[in-house]
């Protein structure tokens, strides 16, 4: 195919090269894109009159058609085409002849590109938010079902305190809607329009650039032409955002494995999003939870990636910028796949109530209730803190827990805890533990009920954004 800047050249350019350069393989895909911005620069250019309006229409006409023939398989991108770009601009050409030529006037590739690249992560974002929101959705109505059920907390993964599961849950649905938040955030500077800064220094036509913002949906219009064709920071954003959310999936993945072991039990994984193994029959592993944990690895590289290629380029374009798009995609791509993924994970998953009430046995995770009753009857949190210290060194001497502890035992124990063994006894039951945290934002059952409502009114008000 024709390449769009060969006047200036005698010689061929070696296949070699051609390959090195050829960016088509990866490209190809904002076709859409590309096609959508050429029909708003062809409108403009007939509208200002740099154009006729005869001229605007046909290659607004023959661009329409040429994106249903892509969109209905019956034409195809040509493969000698060096990019996208060129690409459309051929089939045009094929089609409309010299005409096609004029569509770009006052244009470059270099504000194209970054058009097209603009175009496709707006509606790249749009898609995983839309992803992001079922996501949340399905830890809500799992949420909905645990208000009661009982499991330990951890820190350090050791036994810390009791809570109820849909508290555990709603700390991810939390997470999510932060990187949401932040999807959103990220997709005010993706909509800016740098169509008509052209090749970097803007045009010497009387282009309106105002006019091809609205008809493509930007909100803003990049002011410096310099900047416009020349940073990639708003893919860098989205790649950011994108890292912190790969890890918060991550970090659930990662439990959904620990608790799908033999060794914890929690939570029984479906035929559905589970593998088996090729020499063992008894095994049914994660491999969805386990592919989500490990394609984090791909998407934290594609943020280190693009920075690394940016930090050193002059002002303004250079060619080292056609490997932004890769990185990019390729995070794309993995969101859209692991997103929906894990949220059937979670959704055909079954836990285990009574599996993880069981664990708390004898795990002393409700000692600091027992402190908390002794500042109830005066004594300062340092000191009850020592006082149930040993308390638990005693019960781990006996072989018993604080669950196992009568009034007179305790009593035996430490005699300070006589006056109010009964309540004392009470408070370390781990009912008791997590009905006591009733603080906004705690594990009590009320407490994560309203938390709950709270967190179902934040997700339709992101709905209906």
């Given amino acids: 195919m024709r390449k769009l800047w060969g006047g200036r050249f005698e010689g061929k350019t070696d296949a070699l090269i051609e390959q090195l350069n050829n ?69 045009l050409s094929e089609r409309l002849g010299a005409v096609a030529g004029k569509l770009h006037t006052a244009r470059s590739r270099n504000d194209q590109v970054a058009t097209d690249v603009r175009l496709y992560l707006r509606d790249a974002i749009d898609v995983l938010t839309a992803e992001l ?119 659930l993945a990662e439990e959904i494995v620990m608790w799908n072991s033999p060794e914890f039990r929690f939570v029984t994984l479906d035929d559905a999003v589970t593998t088996g193994s090729s020499i063992m029959p008894q095994k049914k592993n994660p491999d969805v939870a386990e592919l989500a944990r490990g394609k984090t690895g791909r998407v934290f590289g594609a943020l280190i990636s693009l920075l690394t290629l940016m930090k050193g380029l002059p002002l303004s374009y250079n060619k080292d910028m056609q490997e932004d798009k890769e990185p990019l995609f390729d995070t794309i791509d993995t969101l859209r796949l692991v997103i929906p993924a894990m949220r059937m994970t979670i959704e055909t998953a079954q836990f285990n109530r009574e599996r993880m009430v069981a664990t708390l046995d004898r795990d002393f995770s409700t000692a ?78 009320d407490a994560v009920r309203a938390q709950w409502a709270r967190a179902i009114d934040r997700l339709k008000s992101a709905q209906s954004v």
Wanted: glycine residues 8%; contains cysteine.
């Fill in 133 to 251: 929101r079922e996501l949340q959705q399905s830890l809500l109505t799992i949420a909905e079902s645990h208000f009661d059920t009982i499991l330990p907390g951890y820190t350090h993964l050791q036994h810390a305190q009791p809570i109820v599961l849909s508290h555990h849950l709603l700390a991810y649905f939390w997470m999510l809607d932060r990187d949401r938040e932040r999807l959103s955030d990220v997709r005010k500077r993706v909509n800016r329009s740098p169509l008509g800064a052209a090749a970097l220094a803007g045009t010497g036509y009387p282009i309106d650039r105002e006019l091809t913002a609205n008809l493509l949906g930007f909100e803003e219009i990049l002011e410096n032409s310099l900047d416009a064709v020349s940073d990639r920071d708003f893919s860098i954003e989205f790649l950011s955002a994108a890292a912190i959310l790969s890890m918060h999936i991550s970090r």
């Fill in 368 to 445: 600091t209730d027992l402190a908390d009753h002794l500042v109830w009857q005066g004594f300062t949190f340092r000191d009850a803190h020592d006082i149930v210290g040993g308390v638990v060194r005693t019960c781990i001497a006996r072989g018993i827990g604080l669950e196992d502890l009568t009034p007179d035992s305790i009593a035996a124990i430490e005699p300070r805890l006589k006056e109010s063994a009964d309540a004392a006894i009470a408070a370390v039951t781990v009912t008791a533990s997590v009905s006591a945290r009733k603080s906004r934002g705690g594990t009590a059952p």
């Fill in 23 to 91: 960016s088509l393989p990866f490209d190809s895909r904002m076709w859409r894109q590309d096609i959508a911005g050429s029909i708003a620069h062809a409108r403009m250019l007939g509208e200002v009159g740099i154009i006729t309006e005869k001229e605007s229409n046909e290659l607004r006409i023959g661009l329409a058609g040429l994106a249903a023939d892509l969109g209905s398989g019956s034409q195809e991108l040509p493969e000698d085409a060096e990019d996208v770009h060129t690409a459309v601009e051929g089939l």
